[in-house]
């Protein structure tokens, strides 16, 4: 990604040392060490996975056969445990439960975040820092350790069992997108403000016509790692969604447990159809992803 | 304040003749302006508008819940009853003289044992891959790939790794091997299991942080330092670690309190049994499962004083500008 901008850094101070274009690789010693070690590591990762995509395609004759885990399954195209697991797994209502959470949640962020760090970023007023401080210290406050009184306040407001209790969570406790927004709105230059409020726009105009519009980049990493981490949430929707009817992805997938107890080929499909789509996102949007993670977990 | 800016109001013309080379931060001037501009109540009262929902949100679900918790933790409450009495410390001293409540804190030794291989895997990854090496890209996005994994997915994933005959074994015995071996049988193995996990699905967060760090370390500078005849390991130690070091300490940081607080992966794949319960899973089922809020809260209290802790001496031991959050 950034290797062909490393590469052509020699060009550019045209420094006579152009016959070197191998500059950053490793000396032919290690090379067959380094390799396989990355090879390794590739294993150690897929293997996993993989020997679960082939349990998803066997019968459950074959799974109970036991003898042979690594074995490829009789006929590549046994799609049926699949529709077990989006039939009686209740897979396809945990996938609208999760886009209706996913929609609001991040929605309600992106909008939530950038109005807080449009008014920190461009306003001056009395408590400013300590809102700052506010906004700062509840980083610190892990949410794991809270749930035991945060699960008292959802059930004041009678959410406990609605889809609102995880949306209202998510889009309250994530401070990092502020925190995303407004370090990406400081770039954004004052004049742009100043240009539109001498033609008469209000703070409010300025927000939606100029600031948001321009905040795209930062929209799109908040975007990215809340989808992610909202899709993979277990928690949150485990604790305030008992009910079967309310199952998301994560919680629906943990109820496979109980009924399909050993059949193992019935979960490993549940298991590759929650996979697929988070497999999808990143095959497409995998440099947006690599840099929304970064930035997301240093900032 | 409203003062100092009545006295200087800078008419427009003045401040902005030349908007072409204007720079981009004019610390007294623009400041001054803005405020003559804000300087109408209602207008002053703009930017409380729009921390209005930020504000009300942040409060309810983070700053309400830990002044709730602390109360409940002096408390006998259980939840749910609507009459709850003050007992004082007594939580505490439960929590801190029945000691298989607090034993579930060694249980996190795994898998702080666990962040520490982690690092220095990531670490590993990290310096090769920054390197111009074939299919680079490829072994990248699978490293890094687990971390985006559902959670339960990972869960079950594993259950059938380490399942009697299963993968695992299955491995092992294709390697020549005698694998029968009961992985998540007994506490120490099951332990060293559940944090091989965590190891499995977190890696490749570290991995790709410290590759970020690594690529935005100017090329010049390994040119000048090969030039200079520096060896790779010269290179790592004067150019790399220097250079990672602010994420390394957020790493390091993040896998502490990771450790004491891990939850999900335990509880989906074994729930807590053969001993390997962890703290967050105990105060989960003490508070929704035994109804015991007052202690529950207790727990999460002290919880969270020990993250806040390590927090603190991070910050005092590593004050760097880039871990900072403003």
């Known amino acids: 990604m950034t290797a062909p901008a490393r590469t052509s850094v020699p060009a550019r101070t045209s420094a006579p040392v152009d016959d070197r274009p191998a500059r950053r690789r490793p000396p032919r010693v290690s090379t067959v060490l380094t390799y396989a070690s990355l090879v390794a590591a590739s294993l150690v990762v897929l293997v996993p996975l993989l020997v679960v995509f082939l349990t998803s395609l066997k019968t459950s004759d074959e799974v109970a056969d036991g003898t042979d885990v690594l074995g490829l399954p009789h006929d590549w195209l046994n799609f049926s445990n699949y529709g077990t697991a989006f039939t009686d797994g209740h897979m396809l209502m945990a996938f609208g439960n999760t886009a209706f959470i996913l929609l609001f949640s991040i929605t309600g962020t992106v909008v939530i975040g950038s109005m807080a760090a449009y008014a920190i970023d461009r306003f001056e007023f009395r408590f400013k820092k300590a809102v700052m401080a506010l906004f700062l210290i509840a980083t610190l406050v892990p949410g794991v350790t809270t749930q035991v009184a945060t699960f008292q306040v959802i059930n004041s407001f009678g959410l406990i069992d609605t889809r609102w209790a995880p949306i209202l969570l998510y889009m309250g406790t994530d401070i990092v997108s502020i925190y995303i927004f407004l370090q990406f709105i400081r770039g954004i230059p004052r004049s742009l403000d100043e240009a539109a409020r001498l033609d008469g726009a209000n703070a409010f105009t300025i927000y939606r016509k100029i600031i948001f519009p321009m905040l795209k980049p930062a929209i799109a990493t908040v975007v990215i790692i809340k989808g992610i981490t909202t899709y993979n949430d277990f928690y949150i929707p485990f604790l305030y969604m008992p009910s079967e009817d309310l199952g998301t992805i994560s919680t629906a997938l943990f109820r496979f447990k109980g009924p399909y107890g050993a059949h193992w080929e019935t979960i490993s499909a549940g298991a590759i159809l929650v996979i697929l789509p988070t497999l999808l996102v990143f095959l497409f949007l995998q440099r947006y992803i690599y840099n929304g993670f970064t930035r997301g977990a240093t900032k | ?326």
């Open chain 2, 1 to 326: 304040m409203t003062d100092s800016t009545r006295t200087a109001p800078p008419p427009d013309p003045l401040t902005g003749p030349p908007p072409a080379h204007r720079p981009r931060h004019r610390p007294a001037d623009g400041r001054s302006r803005r405020r003559s501009w804000q300087d109408h109540p209602l207008r002053r009262a703009t930017p409380w508008l729009f921390l209005l929902v930020p504000l009300a949100l942040l409060i309810t679900f983070t700053y309400v819940p830990v002044g709730n918790m602390v109360y409940y933790s002096f408390t006998d409450w259980d939840g749910v009853s609507p009459d709850r009495s003050f007992v004082g410390g007594d939580n505490y001293e439960e929590l801190f003289t029945r000691p298989e409540l607090f034993r579930v804190f060694a249980v996190g030794l795994y898998y702080l044992a666990a962040s520490v291989v982690q690092i220095a895997a990531a670490l590993y990854f990290a310096t090769i891959l920054s390197f111009d090496l074939r299919l680079r890209n490829l072994f990248k996005g699978i490293l890094f790939f687990p971390y985006l994994i559902n959670g339960v997915a990972i869960g079950f994933v594993f259950l059938y790794f380490f399942q009697d005959g299963g993968t695992l074994d299955s491995v092992l015995s294709l390697l020549g091997t005698d694998g029968d071996h009961a992985w998540l049988g007994d506490p120490q193995s099951a332990n060293t299991a559940l944090a091989g996990v965590s190891v499995w699905r977190f890696t490749g967060l570290n991995f790709v942080l410290f590759l970020g760090a690594i690529q935005s370390i100017p090329g010049e500078l390994y040119e000048a330092a090969q030039i200079d005849g520096a060896t790779r390991w010269q290179q790592f130690r004067h150019l790399i670690a220097p250079g990672i070091r602010p994420v390394l300490s957020l790493s390091v940081i993040l896998a502490i309190s990771g450790s004491l607080s891990v939850f999900e992966i335990p509880f989906i794949m074994t729930g807590g049994a053969t001993g390997t319960q962890t703290f967050v899973i105990q105060t989960v089922k003490l508070a929704f499962q035994f109804n015991k809020t007052g202690l529950a809260s207790a727990c999460a209290v002290v919880l969270l004083l020990i993250i806040l802790a390590v927090t603190w001496v991070q910050r005092r031991l590593v004050p760097d500008e880039k871990v900072d959050l403003v």
